[in-house]
């Protein structure tokens, strides 16, 4: 059974950042990806970015140049290092593998 948990969020001034969390447990396999989503009030979830076990990496393109998705193999966490935030950014934001999801965590972007 994988296992992911996030961890990381909290409320921020637009033009902050914050770095969340996903620790991953139980995955088995040698080859992987890991994604973030984000579900914004009221909204669909949507893909933000995703890392695979080779290190590529893709982004949304509204987040392209402010996020910055990365991985500790050693400790199976990845990381969403989100930068000059906005008020849009707000939302759950998930991690995920297979058809694993984390809890989310929460994300509030306000002056």
């Known amino acids: 059974q994988v296992q992911l948990v996030e961890s990381g969020g909290g409320l921020v001034q637009p033009g902050g950042s914050l770095r969340l969390s996903c620790a991953v447990s139980g995955r088995t396999e040698s080859s992987y990806a890991i994604d973030w989503y984000r579900q914004a009030p009221g909204k669909q979830r949507e893909f933000v970015a995703f890392i695979t076990s080779s290190g590529r990496t893709d982004y949304a393109d509204s987040v392209k140049g402010r996020f910055t998705v990365s991985g500790d193999t050693a400790k199976n966490q990845v990381f969403l290092q989100m930068n000059n935030l906005k008020v849009e950014d707000t939302g759950v934001y998930y991690c995920?593998?297979?058809?694993?999801w984390g809890q989310g965590t929460r994300v509030t972007v306000s002056s």
């Open positions: 995920m593998t297979g058809r694993y």
